[in-house]
């Protein structure tokens, strides 16, 4: 990997954060009177999210990779985004469990 492709991963990690920040707003506003149709749309859509961010190509190996090879500054920002991919799925599953109760209290 190099500057260049944890850029863009950088740039597409901002996009699903923005999603998820968008998807949380919605979901604040439903859970005070939604249908349960409509929170499972939701629910489907912040699952749709997180598998968008759990298949990008980034991992630890790739950190790894570039320590070998000498690159210490590359590494430490490949696991920045590591760190911040795992934070934003655990909101997003924080978000999906609250719209999941929710639905089930109103099935």
Do not use: C, P, W, Y
């Not at 991992?59 to 500054?73: D, F, T």
């Not at 590591?82 to 909101?91: A, E, M, S, W």
């Amino acid at each position: 990997m190099n500057q260049h492709e944890l850029d863009l991963l950088r740039q597409e990690m901002d996009v699903i954060q923005q999603q998820g920040m968008k998807l949380s707003n919605q979901v604040d506003v439903s859970l005070q009177g939604s249908s349960s149709h409509d929170l499972r749309v939701l629910s489907e859509q912040v699952t749709s999210t997180m598998l968008h961010l759990d298949g990008l190509a980034i991992s630890k190996q790739r950190a790894v990779l570039a320590v070998q090879a000498g690159q210490n500054e590359l590494a430490r920002d490949i696991a920045r985004l590591l760190v911040r991919r795992k934070r934003v799925l655990r909101q997003l599953g924080d978000l999906g469990a609250r719209l999941d109760e929710r639905i089930h209290t109103l099935s």
